[in-house]
Nanobody, 128 residues
Framework: QVHLVESGGGLVQPGGSLRLSCAAF????????IGWFRQAPGKEREGVSC????????YYVDSVKGRFTISRDNGKSTVYLQMTRLKPEDTAVYYC?????????????????????WGQGTQVTVAS
């Protein structure tokens, strides 16, 4: 059964770091682009970053460029999101997903989920 499990969230002070993990089950990770999304209370879910399947190109939303790094370890069927210099506005539930689209159009991140379901996500809270 295809599913993704997010982990690694927590409470961190502004300026701190976290590494999120996205473990893949039921499919070959190297066959898919994978993206990270986040949803803050009262806001729409937004794409944060993605990594392509074909060439491991990475893309980011403007607000996290230079602070977040996405990577993948196909041998471990896991995608990571290293988050540094965290800000209170990064507080959200973070989700990962298989993607049908992972690209940047100009400076705009464009990500489209392949699947209709979302996992439970992992909560990231940035606060003093």
């Amino acid at each position: 059964q295809v599913h993704l499990v997010e982990s690694g969230g927590g409470l961190v002070q502004p300026g701190g770091s976290l590494r999120l993990s996205c473990a893949a089950f039921g499919f070959r990770l190297d066959s898919y682009s994978i993206g990270w999304f986040r949803q803050a209370p009262g806001k729409e879910r937004e794409g944060v970053s993605c990594i392509s399947s074909s060439d491991n190109n990475t893309y980011y939303v403007d607000s996290v460029k230079g602070r977040f790094t996405i990577s993948r370890d196909n041998g471990k069927s896991t995608v990571y999101l290293q988050m540094t210099r965290l800000k209170p506005e990064d507080t959200a539930v973070y989700y990962c997903a298989r993607l049908s689209v992972c690209q940047s159009v100009g400076e705009t991140l464009v990500v489209v989920s392949e699947d209709d379901y979302w996992g439970q996500g992992t909560q990231v809270t940035v606060a003093s």
